[in-house]
């Protein structure tokens, strides 16, 4: 039997990390324009959460008590964007603030930073328009982005996204940086590992002991990924760091979106069918 990318330990700490950020507190309050607010709750509903609502003046928003993971969504019409920004001053709530200004058939769907912790979308009521709204929501939720998307089903495909980005981006930036020959394997294997784990809590997954069926998957996945690298590595020298990079990327992008797919219809492998996909894959 082939040795594992890393070792059980490893595999063990980033559960115990993962699992750590499923219970923390992420939610979402949002403010504005009436009619807004309300098509937003209606949307965020979906699934059974409904978010808060921040119902006084707008000009007391700079008094909003908030904690980071919670995030505040101001939906505006253009003309109530001026008052809005006064009223938050220069003080922005702990998870920071979207404002989704609706600019109607003139919006861009494209996003400004007008002033620290506050992201700007150009919104229309529209399938694209809440799409861009939701991606920015779980962008604001940073760390708590694994809660925020437990808590809200509609928000966990951006949130799963995010996890997998991420985990890709790091992923490049390890082949390119590593250059002693499989050195990078353990820490490319340890990012999917946890990237699965978190997807798993995104979708509502209990994070226990037998998620380690999913890290004996993504183990054996590494070793595919180890297999093509060295493919590419011999046929074509000098360029090492560049095909590791982009390896590592496109290697993870794709387990991730394969675990996305998978918790959404509720993990519905077998355990034989999850050890014989982690074997098939092993080098």
Same mark, same amino acid.
């Given at each position: 039997?082939?040795?594992?990318?890393?070792?059980?330990?490893?595999?063990?700490?980033?559960?115990?990390?993962?699992?750590?950020?499923?219970?923390?507190?992420?939610?979402? #309050?949002?403010?504005?324009? +009436?009619?807004?607010?309300?098509?937003?709750?209606?949307?965020?509903?979906?699934?059974?959460?409904? +978010?808060?609502?921040?119902?006084? +003046?707008?000009?007391?928003?700079?008094?909003?008590?908030?904690?980071?993971?919670?995030?505040?969504?101001?939906?505006?019409?253009?003309?109530?964007?001026?008052?809005?920004?006064?009223?938050?001053?220069?003080?922005?709530?702990?998870?920071?603030?979207?404002?989704?200004?609706?600019?109607?058939?003139?919006?861009?769907?494209?996003?400004? =930073?007008?002033?620290?912790? &506050?992201? /700007?979308?150009?919104?229309?009521?529209?399938?694209?328009?809440?799409?861009?709204?939701?991606?920015? &929501?779980?962008?604001?939720?940073?760390?708590?982005?694994?809660?925020?998307?437990?808590? =809200?089903?509609?928000?966990?495909?951006?949130?799963?996204?995010?996890?997998?980005?991420?985990?890709?981006?790091?992923?490049?930036?390890?082949?390119?940086?590593?250059?002693?020959?499989?050195?990078?394997? +353990?820490?490319?294997?340890?990012?999917?590992?946890?990237?699965?784990?978190?997807?798993?809590?995104?979708?509502?997954?209990?994070?226990?002991?037998?998620?380690?069926?999913?890290?004996?998957?993504?183990?054996?996945?590494?070793?595919?990924? /180890?297999?093509?690298?060295?493919?590419?590595?011999?046929?074509?020298?000098? #360029?090492?760091?560049?095909?590791?990079? &982009?390896?590592? =990327?496109?290697?993870?992008?794709?387990?991730?979106?394969?675990?996305?797919? =998978?918790?959404?219809?509720?993990?519905?492998?077998?355990?034989?069918?999850?050890?014989?996909?982690?074997?098939?894959?092993?080098?």
């Amino acid at each position: 039997m082939a040795k594992l990318p890393l070792n059980v330990s490893r595999l063990t700490d980033g559960w115990k990390e993962v699992s750590a950020t499923t219970g923390v507190s992420a939610g979402l #309050v949002l403010a504005g324009d +009436p009619h807004l607010v309300a098509l937003a709750q209606e949307r965020f509903a979906t699934g059974g959460t409904l +978010p808060g609502v921040w119902a006084r +003046p707008l000009a007391e928003l700079a008094g909003m008590a908030s904690v980071p993971g919670e995030v505040l969504v101001l939906l505006l019409a253009a003309e109530a964007e001026t008052e809005a920004m006064a009223g938050l001053g220069q003080s922005m709530p702990g998870g920071g603030v979207v404002l989704a200004v609706d600019e109607g058939p003139a919006a861009t769907g494209k996003t400004s =930073y007008p002033v620290q912790g &506050c992201a /700007r979308l150009s919104f229309s009521d529209t399938p694209h328009g809440w799409r861009r709204l939701f991606d920015l &929501c779980v962008d604001r939720a940073g760390d708590n982005v694994v809660a925020l998307g437990r808590r =809200y089903p509609v928000l966990r495909p951006a949130a799963a996204r995010r996890v997998t980005n991420r985990a890709a981006g790091q992923n490049a930036l390890i082949g390119a940086a590593i250059f002693i020959p499989g050195a990078d394997m +353990p820490v490319m294997t340890l990012n999917q590992a946890k990237m699965v784990l978190s997807i798993a809590g995104i979708y509502g997954e209990e994070i226990g002991k037998e998620r380690v069926l999913e890290l004996v998957a993504v183990a054996g996945a590494g070793f595919g990924l /180890r297999a093509l690298a060295r493919s590419f590595l011999r046929s074509t020298p000098g #360029v090492g760091w560049a095909i590791k990079a &982009c390896t590592g =990327y496109t290697a993870t992008i794709a387990l991730g979106l394969a675990a996305r797919r =998978y918790f959404e219809m509720g993990a519905p492998a077998s355990t034989s069918r999850v050890l014989a996909l982690a074997g098939s894959l092993r080098r």
